[in-house]
Protein backbone atom coordinates (compact mmCIF):
# COMPACT_ATOMS: atom_id res chain seq x y z
CA UNK A 1 0.00 0.00 0.00
CA UNK A 2 2.99 2.63 1.26
CA UNK A 3 4.02 2.11 -2.25
CA UNK A 4 1.00 2.91 -3.95
CA UNK A 5 0.41 6.08 -2.06
CA UNK A 6 3.59 7.09 -2.37
CA UNK A 7 3.19 7.38 -6.67
CA UNK A 8 0.08 10.01 -5.87
CA UNK A 9 2.14 13.05 -4.82
CA UNK A 10 -1.41 14.60 -3.77
CA UNK A 11 -1.50 11.97 -0.60
CA UNK A 12 0.76 12.85 2.55
CA UNK A 13 2.97 10.40 3.43
CA UNK A 14 0.83 8.10 6.34
CA UNK A 15 1.86 7.36 9.44
CA UNK A 16 3.17 3.97 9.86
CA UNK A 17 1.78 1.16 12.49
CA UNK A 18 -0.13 3.91 14.49
CA UNK A 19 -1.46 2.71 17.77
CA UNK A 20 -4.65 3.43 19.10
CA UNK A 21 -5.22 3.29 22.87
CA UNK A 22 -8.28 3.43 24.90
CA UNK A 23 -7.88 4.49 28.21
CA UNK A 24 -4.14 2.49 29.37
CA UNK A 25 -5.70 -0.03 26.72
CA UNK A 26 -3.98 -0.88 23.72
CA UNK A 27 -7.30 -1.00 21.05
CA UNK A 28 -5.01 -1.60 17.82
CA UNK A 29 -2.34 -0.66 15.47
CA UNK A 30 -3.19 0.52 12.23
CA UNK A 31 -1.20 -0.72 9.52
CA UNK A 32 -1.35 3.18 8.24
CA UNK A 33 -2.67 6.35 9.58
CA UNK A 34 -3.62 10.49 7.83
CA UNK A 35 -3.65 12.16 10.68
CA UNK A 36 -4.07 14.91 9.07
CA UNK A 37 -7.85 14.51 8.54
CA UNK A 38 -10.53 15.18 11.10
CA UNK A 39 -11.83 12.37 11.91
CA UNK A 40 -8.36 10.35 11.29
CA UNK A 41 -8.03 7.74 9.20
CA UNK A 42 -6.80 4.87 9.49
CA UNK A 43 -5.77 2.48 6.71
CA UNK A 44 -5.44 -1.26 7.40
CA UNK A 45 -4.11 -4.30 4.57
CA UNK A 46 -5.39 -7.57 6.15
CA UNK A 47 -3.80 -10.35 5.20
CA UNK A 48 -5.89 -13.12 3.58
CA UNK A 49 -4.37 -15.77 5.14
CA UNK A 50 -4.71 -14.16 8.75
CA UNK A 51 -7.87 -12.10 8.57
CA UNK A 52 -10.05 -14.62 6.41
CA UNK A 53 -10.80 -16.91 9.71
CA UNK A 54 -14.29 -16.42 10.88
CA UNK A 55 -13.15 -15.61 14.59
CA UNK A 56 -10.10 -12.85 13.28
CA UNK A 57 -12.95 -11.21 11.02
CA UNK A 58 -15.14 -11.07 13.87
CA UNK A 59 -11.96 -9.39 15.56
CA UNK A 60 -11.07 -6.94 13.36
CA UNK A 61 -15.53 -6.20 13.10
CA UNK A 62 -15.29 -5.06 16.40
CA UNK A 63 -12.38 -3.34 16.43
CA UNK A 64 -13.60 -1.02 13.74
CA UNK A 65 -16.88 -0.74 15.09
CA UNK A 66 -15.14 0.69 18.70
CA UNK A 67 -12.95 2.82 16.60
CA UNK A 68 -15.79 4.32 14.82
CA UNK A 69 -17.42 4.76 17.80
CA UNK A 70 -13.75 6.63 19.37
CA UNK A 71 -14.61 8.57 16.34
CA UNK A 72 -12.01 7.56 13.82
CA UNK A 73 -12.67 6.78 10.00
CA UNK A 74 -11.68 3.27 9.13
CA UNK A 75 -10.41 1.86 6.09
CA UNK A 76 -9.68 -2.20 5.49
CA UNK A 77 -8.71 -3.66 2.22
CA UNK A 78 -7.88 -7.72 1.71
CA UNK A 79 -4.01 -7.90 0.97
CA UNK A 80 -4.57 -9.40 -2.66
CA UNK A 81 -7.18 -6.01 -3.19
CA UNK A 82 -3.88 -3.89 -3.12
CA UNK A 83 -1.76 -6.50 -4.74
CA UNK A 84 -4.02 -6.85 -8.31
CA UNK A 85 -5.25 -3.59 -8.10
CA UNK A 86 -3.24 -0.62 -5.51
CA UNK A 87 -4.44 2.28 -7.51
CA UNK A 88 -8.15 1.46 -7.37
CA UNK A 89 -7.35 1.25 -3.33
CA UNK A 90 -5.75 4.58 -3.63
CA UNK A 91 -8.63 6.19 -5.20
CA UNK A 92 -10.91 4.73 -2.18
CA UNK A 93 -8.51 6.69 0.30
CA UNK A 94 -8.15 9.79 -1.99
CA UNK A 95 -12.22 9.55 -1.57
CA UNK A 96 -11.85 9.14 2.12
CA UNK A 97 -9.64 11.68 2.88
CA UNK A 98 -12.02 14.47 0.51
CA UNK A 99 -14.82 13.62 3.08
CA UNK A 100 -12.36 13.81 6.26
CA UNK A 101 -10.05 16.45 4.87
CA UNK A 102 -12.44 19.19 3.77
CA UNK A 103 -11.99 18.38 0.00
CA UNK A 104 -14.67 19.62 -2.12
CA UNK A 105 -18.01 20.89 -0.54
CA UNK A 106 -18.99 18.06 1.55
CA UNK A 107 -18.86 17.93 5.17
CA UNK A 108 -18.97 15.14 7.74
CA UNK A 109 -22.18 15.21 10.11
CA UNK A 110 -21.56 13.08 12.66
CA UNK A 111 -25.21 12.75 13.92
CA UNK A 112 -26.19 10.69 10.96
CA UNK A 113 -22.45 9.77 10.00
CA UNK A 114 -22.95 10.42 6.37
CA UNK A 115 -21.31 13.38 3.96
CA UNK A 116 -23.59 15.92 3.73
CA UNK A 117 -23.46 18.67 0.59
CA UNK A 118 -23.31 21.96 2.18
CA UNK A 119 -26.03 24.56 0.01
CA UNK A 120 -25.65 27.80 -0.29
CA UNK A 121 -29.03 29.58 -0.15
CA UNK A 122 -29.26 32.81 -2.69
CA UNK A 123 -30.53 35.98 -0.97
CA UNK A 124 -33.71 35.07 -3.42
CA UNK A 125 -34.30 32.08 -1.68
CA UNK A 126 -32.89 29.62 -3.99
CA UNK A 127 -30.64 27.21 -3.93
CA UNK A 128 -27.44 29.34 -5.42
CA UNK A 129 -25.41 27.32 -8.47
Known sequence: MLKA???????????????VFEGNRL???ADFADLDCEP????????????SDVKQRTHDNRVTNELQTLGYRVR???GPEMHHAPQARVTQIKEARGFD??????????RI???VVVVEVCSSGRYCK
Do not use: N
Open 101 to 110: CGGGSLQYDY
Open 40 to 51: KLLLYVDGFEWH
Open 27 to 29: LTG
Open 5 to 19: VRTDESLPEPDKQYE
Open 76 to 78: RFL
Open 113 to 115: TQP
